[in-house]
């Protein structure tokens, strides 16, 4: 028996030796829909239960702020999607926080008194933020006037790095506008 046990934990130490080596080569990890793709549509509820569609932004780039109430960089972020919600007519966008958790609502609810100058979604269950195929929080996806994804910046990139994918979707907006690369830390 025990001759067993030896060999059983050898082919485990062999598995995991191999695991770890194939682990060096994997493809970088995807996030937040692919450049150039149409965003996969979804309707969500807002933090006061009332429903949102992305369908209600049509002909209007979104910035799709994808975070979690369990991560507290939201708190870290409020002030910068603050002033950027503030830029929303002038540049002819939309802002929209999509939370991928449900968790700690209160607090935020609590902090912000519910007033916040843009839609708060809960995707409780995950299904939009496994249709944008977000695996990081937060993740910024912005959506072109035409429904597709021009950019996905991983990490919150900063209003400026925003904004200078929104000007030029102001000025052309989607049509033979070349796609925004992705962006990851």
Known sequence: MWKKRKQHKKSVFVFLIGLLGTMGSAPPIQTGGKVGQVAPEFTLPDIKGHPVRLQDFKGKPVVLNFWAFWCDTWKDEMPHLKALAARQDELGFRLVAISVDGKRLQEFLNRTKGEVPFPVLLD?????????TISHVPTVVIVD???RVRSVKVGYPGNHVILAVLRPLKRHGSVNEPAVERHAP
């Open 124 to 132: 409780a269950g995950g299904g939009v933020s496994a249709r944008y």
């Open 145 to 147: 006037a035409g429904g």
